[in-house]
């Protein structure tokens, strides 16, 4: 069940970043930010606490997510074909990179890995997204703008999200190598008594 539920936020999480994937707020000075992108940000530390879960659930939220939101494009706000392949490519690539790294660092403790795959598929996925749906009807300043603002404000909310207790994944813990195992003597309390077989 909880499974699920955080199946569904991941998939309504990327739902919504699309919904608002094209209305922006002005920043002072410099930077145009998406509205979509204060959703977008739980899509990476949602997508690492389904990790938890193991890999094959975090493969099927990203083909949940993908699929949900083709249909909604396409069928409920017409958006246009560049933009819908724009979002499959940012999120198809963005999660595939996180997913990668985020395994690679399995070792490291929670916030580590969190932020380190901020580090990387935040700039992918914000990059991607706005040369693939926006090149040609911006300007590079406009587009410059865009992607500053999301690396930034993606970043910042996705890491102040990976800092609530209840996202956070424990480490799985190894056994501890043979040599470092406390050794037992052959007359110790749980020596093998006579009759009994020792394994």
């Known amino acids: 069940m909880l ?16 919904v608002f994937l094209d ?18 940000a739980a899509v990476f530390t949602l997508r690492d606490r389904l990790h938890g879960y193991g890999l094959p659930t975090v493969y099927l939220a990203i083909a949940l997510a993908l699929l949900v939101t083709a249909a909604y494009g396409q069928f409920v706000a017409r958006l246009p074909p560049r933009f819908l392949l724009a979002s499959f490519a940012a999120v198809l690539a963005g999660e595939l990179a996180r997913t990668a790294l985020f395994q690679r660092l399995s070792h490291r403790r929670w916030h580590a890995r969190v932020l380190a795959c901020n580090v990387v598929s935040v700039p992918l996925d914000s990059a991607a997204f706005t040369l693939l749906a926006f090149a040609g009807m911006m300007s590079a300043y406009d587009m410059a703008q865009i992607i500053y603002a999301d690396v930034v404000g993606k970043f910042l909310v ?30 110790g309390a749980d020596a ?8």
Do not use: D
């Open 192 to 199: 093998a008594r006579p009759g009994e077989i020792s394994c």
């Open 3 to 18: 499974r699920a539920c955080w199946l569904a936020a991941y998939v309504c999480a990327i739902l919504l970043a699309n």
């Open 158 to 187: 996705a890491a102040a999200l990976a800092f609530l207790p209840f996202m956070q994944i424990e480490r799985t813990r190894h056994t501890e190598p043979l040599a470092a195992a406390k050794p037992v003597s052959a007359m």
């Open 23 to 40: 209305s922006f707020i002005s920043l002072p000075g410099f930077g145009l930010f998406s509205i979509g992108s204060i959703f977008f």
